[in-house]
């Protein structure tokens, strides 16, 4: 097939591409001010000449994906992927990962993203999840904060609805975005306040949710990159996306922490997950549980995940020697660190009962301090 582009005949591309890689693409291609076809074309014409071995990609969850070739670049590039012995999505997802390795865009930073995750209720994850974001927006950030809990806690704390069941959703996007029919970023509601300028959004929980792992259990493509194949196509609208996880080790958490892993190219610290705890013994056994499940994923899919930090939650030394001797110890893990001890105070409570954000109900407040100091640790 042949497109009547400027500068001779193409032929028309079809293969698959993760969805992530598709996107990163997209960006750094309007970053850079040049059309997807040329990148793609300078990205083959860069791997047939590659002298090195080339890492490989991880191509889970890939979709389809067309573009134009110059003519004859087709052929002799999927002669090249028979010669070195990789399949032709692997080939493809290779040279378009070497373009945006060597056409870094001055300034341009891939979105972060921080899944505050663990598996024992109570803990703090929501109050820990939307003052991170807040802190976060405050200092100038695009921030999305998704609710991926299905109780809908964050939501509701923020004076939304959760999406009902059978309605367009995160799960929908997950589970079967083909049937989609609107834009998830469409789903995004800006959470007002003077202090965020329209920078915060929260994409907000869904009825469905409950019902995510069956789905996923079913699911035919791979399960552990469905909320990666979903939130994908937000990245580019947004620094900083921060997941409220569900008190979970089932499929959905490992979707949301294999979400969370460090990516090819990107820096130590940039993204990972960020874990809420208390100073007493069962939240020191739950930790161990979200660590054996953390393992077990880095092993199965070959990937690097980060613990960023620990957030001591709802803190009072007047609780005696449990509460200190249990932040003594949270102290001296050393690795995740410490980045914050939130004092249990009524300003959180009062924001929740009030359905707004902590940091506009409270802004001097000692928590919400200590959420913006989360914010810098992990800049």
């Given at each position: ?14 293969s ?93 930073h ?39 809990d299905?109780?809908?806690?964050l ?14 959703s ?28 329209d ?18 259990t ?10 990666e ?7 580019e ?5 921060v ?13 949301g ?29 739950a930790?161990g549980?979200?660590i ?18 620990l ?5 009072d030394?007047?609780?005696g020697?449990?509460?200190?001797s249990?932040?003594?110890k949270?102290k ?7 980045l ?11 924001a929740?009962?009030?359905?707004r ?17 989360i914010?810098?640790?992990l800049?």
């Amino acid at each position: 097939m042949s497109s009547p582009n400027p500068g001779g005949e193409r032929e028309k591309l079809v293969s698959k591409l993760p969805a992530q890689l598709r996107q990163a693409l997209k960006v750094r291609a309007a970053q850079l001010s040049t059309d997807v076809q040329d990148a793609v074309a300078d990205g083959i014409r860069a791997w047939q000449t590659a002298t090195k071995p080339l890492p490989s990609v991880d191509t889970s969850g890939a979709e389809s994906f067309g573009t134009w070739l110059p003519e004859g670049l087709y052929d002799s590039f999927k002669a090249d992927c028979g010669t070195r012995g990789v399949s032709y999505i692997q080939g493809l997802a290779q040279a378009i990962a070497l373009w945006i390795e060597e056409h870094p865009a001055e300034g341009a930073h891939p979105t972060r993203r921080f899944v505050v995750c663990n598996q024992k209720g109570g803990v703090g994850k929501t109050a820990v999840s939307a003052g991170l974001a807040q802190a976060l927006a405050e200092n100038g950030n695009r921030v999305l904060l998704v609710d991926y809990d299905p109780q809908g806690h964050l939501s509701h704390q923020l004076g939304l609805k959760a999406i009902p069941a059978g309605q367009e959703s995160l799960v929908t996007h997950m589970l079967n975005r083909e049937q989609a029919q609107q834009d998830l970023l469409d789903l995004a509601v800006t959470i007002e306040g003077e202090r965020f300028g329209d920078r915060l959004r929260i994409l907000p929980a869904a009825f469905d949710a409950f019902l995510l792992d069956s789905g996923l259990t079913v699911f035919r493509g791979p399960r552990h990159a469905a909320l990666e194949r979903a939130l994908a196509p937000l990245e580019e609208h947004f620094d900083v996306i921060v997941i409220d996880s569900p008190p979970s080790l089932g499929l959905a958490m490992d979707a949301g922490i294999y979400y969370g892993r460090r990516r090819d190219s990107e820096r130590q610290g940039s993204s990972g997950l960020v874990i809420p705890v208390e100073a007493e013994d069962t939240s020191a056994q739950a930790y161990g549980m979200l660590i054996n499940q953390v393992a077990s994923l880095i092993k199965d899919y070959d990937i690097e995940v980060e613990q960023l930090c620990l957030v001591v939650n709802k803190y009072d030394s007047r609780r005696g020697f449990i509460a200190t001797s249990s932040l003594a110890k949270w102290k001296a893990l050393g690795t995740p660190p410490v980045l914050a001890v939130i004092p249990d105070l009524k300003e959180q409570r009062e924001a929740v009962r009030l359905q707004r954000p902590l940091l506009s109900y409270a802004a001097d407040c000692e928590q919400a301090h200590s959420m913006r100091q989360i914010a810098r640790g992990l800049a």
